[in-house]
């Protein structure tokens, strides 16, 4: 049975050529197009660019020009851009059904094979052709060259265990193709981090030793200050990292910064693909700023009027300093999104923690059922959110169609008694001097979590945790340590626990895949070793030990192996009920909602929406590139 996603895209775009309208130059490109160093804008857009109707989807049809302000706490998340932008050969409408994007369409049969068909005419942000041969350039001199990829293709290119197949049939075509379903391989394509499975062919030809002479090579390389032909290809082929200016797009915008620097400039793409139904190629603004502040500066910049258009580095905490400069005249609507993450903050107990005296206690699943039961949830959620978030566990949000009550509430009351008796059945009865418990050693249970440092709930959070469980006998040490510091740690196996969000789609479906619930992951940080033998396909890390984790591993396989959605909601609720009894990680609260600033100048931002990472790219759901600056001349300062 062949199932199209063109349907889908009915709402967003008009499919037939013959309803284009005709483009009107842009004028931010006016001066080059006339001075002949641009192509007018019909002859940079596809044959049949996507064409946006803003009205049928309650929009404002807007006007090009102007500069959007946001900031960021790193240099490195300049990143986000690509996120935001969320140029994606499919994509996620707001209601998490899929439509071609970047693509024309896609026919799916069967969910083995996947026919992506290209738009004829669609350019790279520098004018080459983008075709099949940019996706075979990946496949033959990247994905499958030893050097680049010395693990081999990646591991979502596995099926049942097999291998699929990439052919390039035409120009406008690319087939991907698995002997057994692959039911995860569009939604792959549509995440805030997809796998870029095609590349500037043109551009990275003259770093990759099958189309450039070794001596060529060598003074790039010499240049680079790196040691190998693959290194020097690996570092200008960042298609996430966005840190190569040099690096052709299909993002909306392009970065036109060269060196890294506190404030990066990106400028609208000239071969973007997207026109709207008056003509007007997007994206609408000209020109983002992405400046790098502090992260306990965000707040009180966006209060000061700024920012355009704010919400990464904006807590719940900010919410009420934010409303108030809205309501004093500032010039900003300051809205209230949901929360798509499944848990706000979540503690992850290391379970393949290098000391094993402490992995094994963490192993016992007693252990971690007395850290959840000693958690005074209502307190945090009544000095940290006002009693506006949900309290319990880590499981599927109230609005999935996969939430269960019970997986939410379990072992999630406060109950020291209970937590108590727990710990005595494990034998950690001897007790220190100052009251702690004493592991099996004769060490004081000292249980250390770290944090990036970069959200104060976190640590307020914890603060309040350590005061019950002194109660327990246990002390609660703090250690904030830098995001990529604590990243490589936890990695290593070098952290005995840590706290971060919980899983990125608190909103699954049936049809969402659950492989981010079975060890497959080093991201989630309760299994890291796990995580990577997965993803190294055996290489490195270490092979899964403890039944609910293979049961996890094997629930996720039966998934990816039917389509039958009784079947797979049978699966997801089994998975779900796995972690809310074994309490791998021990979620604390969601539902916070997210402040989004906006400012009064910027247009067709939603009022209502849901602030996730995955699945949504945050604001790339929202397409922003659809979003205008009613003034688009005035020049702001800062």
């Known amino acids: 049975m062949l199932r199209y996603i063109v349907p889908l895209l ?196 003259q770093f990759h030793i099958a189309f450039t002479p070794p001596t060529e090579l060598a003074g790039m390389i010499a240049g680079a200050r790196v040691t190998s032909w693959a290194a020097l290809h690996n570092k200008y082929d960042n298609m996430y990292k966005y840190d190569n200016p040099d690096l052709p797009t299909l993002q909306p915008w392009i970065n036109a910064t060269g060196d890294a620097s506190s404030r990066t400039l990106f400028v609208r793409n000239p071969y973007y693909h997207r026109i709207d139904t008056q003509g007007t190629q997007l994206p609408y603004i ?22 355009d258009l704010q919400a990464r580095g904006l807590d719940f905490r900010d919410i009420a300093i934010l409303k108030k400069g809205e309501a004093d005249g500032a010039p900003y609507r300051t809205y209230l999104w949901a929360n798509g993450t499944a848990s706000q903050i979540a503690i992850y107990p290391n379970l393949n923690f290098a000391d094993p005296v402490w992995r094994e206690v963490m192993r016992d699943v007693r252990f971690r059922h007395a850290l959840s039961l000693g958690i005074d949830r209502r307190m945090i959620n009544r000095a940290l959110y006002f009693g506006l978030a949900s309290e319990g566990g880590m499981t599927a949000l109230p609005q999935s169609p996969l939430y269960d009550a019970d997986d939410l509430h379990a072992w999630a009351d406060l109950d020291l008694a209970r937590a108590n008796a727990l710990l005595d059945e494990m034998g950690l009865t001897e007790r220190a001097a100052n009251g702690l418990r004493k592991l099996p050693d004769g060490r004081a249970m000292e249980f250390v979590i770290e944090t990036a440092g970069e959200r104060q709930e976190e640590e307020n ?32 196996g070098l952290t005995m626990a840590s706290v971060w969000y919980g899983w990125d789609n608190g909103l699954p479906r049936p049809e ?67 972690h809310a009894e074994e309490q791998f990680a021990i979620g604390i609260l969601a539902g916070a909602p997210q402040p989004v600033v906006v400012s ?25 590139d659809e979003f205008f600056l009613d003034d688009p001349l005035r020049q702001v300062g800062q």
């Not at 690319?174 to 792959?188: R, S």
């Not at 700023?289 to 306990?296: A, H, I, N, R, S």
């Not at 997965?534 to 039966?558: H, V, Y």
């Open 10 to 205: 009915l709402a967003v775009a008009l499919p037939a050529a013959a309803q284009t309208p005709e483009p009107r130059e842009t004028q931010f490109w006016q001066t080059e197009v006339s001075a002949g160093d641009l192509p007018p804008v019909a002859q940079r857009l596809p044959d049949t660019p996507l064409v946006v109707d803003l009205e049928a989807k309650g929009r404002r049809t807007g006007i090009q020009g102007g500069t959007l302000r946001t900031l960021v706490s790193r240099s490195k998340d300049i990143r986000q851009m690509v996120v935001y932008g969320y140029g994606r050969l499919v994509g996620y409408a707001p209601d998490y059904t899929l439509y071609p994007d970047i693509l024309r369409d896609v026919t799916n049969e069967n969910d083995q094979r996947f026919t992506l068909h290209l738009r004829p005419g669609h350019r790279w942000s520098d004018g080459a052709p983008f075709t099949s041969a940019d996706f075979e350039y990946w496949w033959v001199h990247v994905a499958n060259n030893a050097e680049i990829t010395p693990t081999g293709p990646p591991e979502w290119m596995l099926a049942n265990g097999k291998p699929g197949r990439v052919s390039f049939p035409d120009a406008q075509t690319v087939v991907f193709e698995w002997d057994t379903p692959k039911p995860g391989f569009l939604p792959l394509l549509a995440q805030a981090r997809p796998p870029f499975i095609y590349r500037p062919a043109h551009y990275l030809k």
């Open 286 to 307: 000209d020109v983002i700023e992405m400046t790098v502040v502090g992260g306990g500066l965000i707040a009180a910049k966006a209060n000061a009027g700024e920012v």
């Open 461 to 492: 959070a914890l603060t309040i945790i350590a005061d019950t469980w002194r109660d327990l006998g246990l002390r609660l040490i703090m250690r904030p340590l830098d995001r990529d510091i604590l990243r490589n740690r936890v990695y290593a």
């Open 512 to 578: 969402t895949s659950p492989q981010y619930l079975a060890p497959t992951q080093q991201e989630f940080f309760a299994w890291p070793m796990w995580g990577q033998y997965f993803q190294t396909l055996e290489q490195a890390g270490e092979a899964p030990d403890m039944p609910a984790a293979q049961r996890l591993l094997e629930l996720e396989k039966a998934w990816s192996r039917t389509t039958d959605t009784a079947e797979r909601t049978e699966i997801w609720e089994e998975m779900l009920h796995i």
């Open 600 to 624: 009064d100048r910027l247009h067709n931002v939603p009022e209502q929406a849901i602030w996730a990472y995955d699945p949504g790219a945050h604001l790339g759901i929202h397409r922003i």
